[in-house]
């Protein structure tokens, strides 16, 4: 009894002891000036019991840490969210563009009203540049390659994204259209060459349509190599449904559009295509008709990395090329945040090694499209796949210039 006795009292002496001794810690310490603190009862009580003392010693930063740090440079997330980090520019407006001339331009398209399935497109851009913010200009060289796009002849910038209305598609596209003209008109900043080139961050793949209209402008007729697990070469009528006009120009139709304007050569080639058609026969007659030859999803199976390459380079020969990228040519293991994902797709790894082998190519343009962040990963699969096939198509254009 005696030892039970003794066990509490000790208990006691140490776990009552420290409220009282924390207490009067508190308050020697703590003090605030009367007329910082707020009049009431409770501010009062608060007043009485934490006090600041009048001269609290000072700690110095055992790093030697000055005053004189550099809080401008040396982070990649810090201010806005740009791709790859670059310097940001409103290439839209002309009096901010004037000076300030650049040779490859990043632009936005956020707009997803185009689409079949599900929306959410409009968010791509920002998603992308989010999956890029590891990537910066003085940390960018290639493993494969040894070189950084980023320290070469071109200058490049993110022009933020073009302010497109969502209630109406004809006038948000009539927004891109000017958009993609006035971006791609202004002089480049190597004097060597006419017109810098855009790449475009979707937005739903009907924005392609305007970068085609901008990209025939300045270049003249182009081969399309299409990424992607759909043909998209849809006549209205059939993905449209013959509603109206407005309803018939959309995510699948635009290369038919496209056709249609005379801005697309018959040298053009679809590449990872898996999705079903809505005619047995009809489709494909029409694709063949739009200008496209097709590279199915399963024959990389057959004839490897290496055989796609060859079959695309044989197709579009040395005509100028614009590159779109639909993400949804991945399988949704590797990039699920897609509108109308096909399951049965290529890797990233398959697709970045494709895109590198297209080294040699003229390319006028490019994009990466139909990015719904809403659907990704908590570790973002499909922004940070999105984000290294820009990088790619960085790369192809500033290995291969293009005069007219």
Not at 68 to 77: A, K, P, R
Not at 79 to 93: D, K, R, V
Not at 350 to 359: A, K, P, R, Y
């Amino acid at each position: 009894m005696k030892l039970n006795t003794m066990y509490f009292w000790n208990l006691f002496l140490i776990f009552g002891a420290l409220p009282v001794e924390a207490q009067e810690s508190q308050r020697r310490i703590f003090t605030p000036e009367q007329k910082l603190v707020p009049q009431g009862i409770h501010n009062a009580i608060c007043i009485e019991r934490f006090k600041f003392p009048e001269n609290l010693p000072r700690t110095k930063s055992s790093l030697g840490i000055n005053d004189n740090v550099d809080i401008i440079t040396g982070s990649q997330f810090n201010g806005l969210a740009t791709y790859a980090n670059l310097p940001y520019l409103n290439c839209l407006s002309d009096n901010e563009a004037e000076g300030n001339a650049y040779d490859i331009a990043i632009l936005g398209a956020p707009f997803d009203t185009g689409v079949t399935a599900r929306p959410g497109a409009r968010y791509g851009p920002r998603g992308i540049r989010i999956g890029s913010e590891r990537i910066a200009p003085d940390f960018a060289w290639s493993v494969y390659t040894g070189r950084n796009p980023f320290k070469s002849w071109a200058t490049i910038v993110d022009c933020g994204d073009v302010p497109l209305t969502w209630l109406d598609n004809n006038v948000a596209l009539a927004q891109l259209n000017k958009a993609h003209t006035v971006v791609s008109g202004r002089k480049a900043a190597n004097e060597s060459f006419a017109h810098p080139r855009i790449i475009t961050l979707g937005g739903d793949h009907t924005t392609t349509l305007s970068a085609l209209r901008s990209t025939y402008k300045r270049w003249g007729e182009v081969s399309v190599i299409h990424f992607d697990s759909h043909i998209d070469t849809w006549d209205p009528k059939v993905l449209g449904g013959g509603i109206s006009d407005y309803a018939g120009l959309n995510h699948g139709t635009f290369l038919h559009i496209a056709h249609e304007e005379g801005l697309i050569r018959h040298t053009s080639v679809h590449a990872g295509i898996r999705a079903p058609l809505a005619r047995r026969k009809g489709d494909m007659r029409n694709d063949v008709r739009c200008g496209f030859s097709t590279i199915k999803a399963r024959d990389l199976d057959k004839v490897g990395v290496a055989g796609v390459i060859s079959q695309i380079k044989d197709r579009v020969g040395d005509s100028k090329v614009y590159i779109s990228v639909d993400i949804d040519v991945l399988d949704p293991a590797f990039a699920p945040a897609t509108g109308t994902p096909e399951v049965g797709g290529w890797t990233t790894r398959e697709l970045l090694t494709i895109l590198d082998g297209l080294n040699g190519f003229n390319i006028v343009g490019a994009d990466v499209v139909e990015v719904s962040p809403i659907y990704d990963t908590t570790g973002q699969t499909t922004a940070l796949a999105a984000a290294e096939v820009v990088l790619s198509l960085i790369q192809l254009m500033v290995e291969n210039p293009v005069k007219l």
